[in-house]
């Protein structure tokens, strides 16, 4: 398993932009394929983009297709989700994760705070 810690969260008025990061350790970032997620209030927890190992296939949830990219810098153990056009929907304590190749998401951040205001 990987040990992650997300920065970049913050208070953010709609239409407004952030940047997560994604900082690794334990295992070579290389080997694994990451993810974020994002969790609001009594809400469960929802899938909101992933990334390959590679870095050449990302997913990406509906509601943020078109607003966030997911890349990563495996020399740099690293993953980040740029965030533009930010909607108070968006509102939510985002976590990243991560899992082997073949395997399932199996290391979690603790999650950074995204606030956005109408």
């Known amino acids: 398993q990987v040990h992650l810690v997300e920065s970049g969260g913050g208070l953010v008025q709609a239409g407004g932009s952030l940047r997560l990061s994604c900082a690794a350790s334990?295992?070579?970032?290389?080997?694994?394929?990451m993810g974020w997620f994002r969790q609001a209030p009594g809400k469960e927890r929802e899938f909101v983009a992933g990334?390959?190992?590679?870095?050449?296939?990302?997913n990406y949830v509906d509601a943020v297709k078109g607003r966030f990219t997911i890349s990563r810098d495996n020399a740099k153990n690293t993953g980040y989700l740029q965030m533009i056009s930010l909607k108070p929907e968006d509102t939510a304590v985002y976590y990243c994760?991560?899992?082997?190749?073949?395997?399932?998401?199996?290391?979690w951040g603790q999650g950074t705070q995204v606030t956005v205001s109408s």
């Open positions: 334990g295992r070579t970032f290389r080997n694994y394929y």
């Open positions: 994760a991560a899992g082997p190749v073949g395997g399932k998401y199996d290391s």
């Open positions: 990334i390959s190992w590679s870095g050449i296939s990302t």
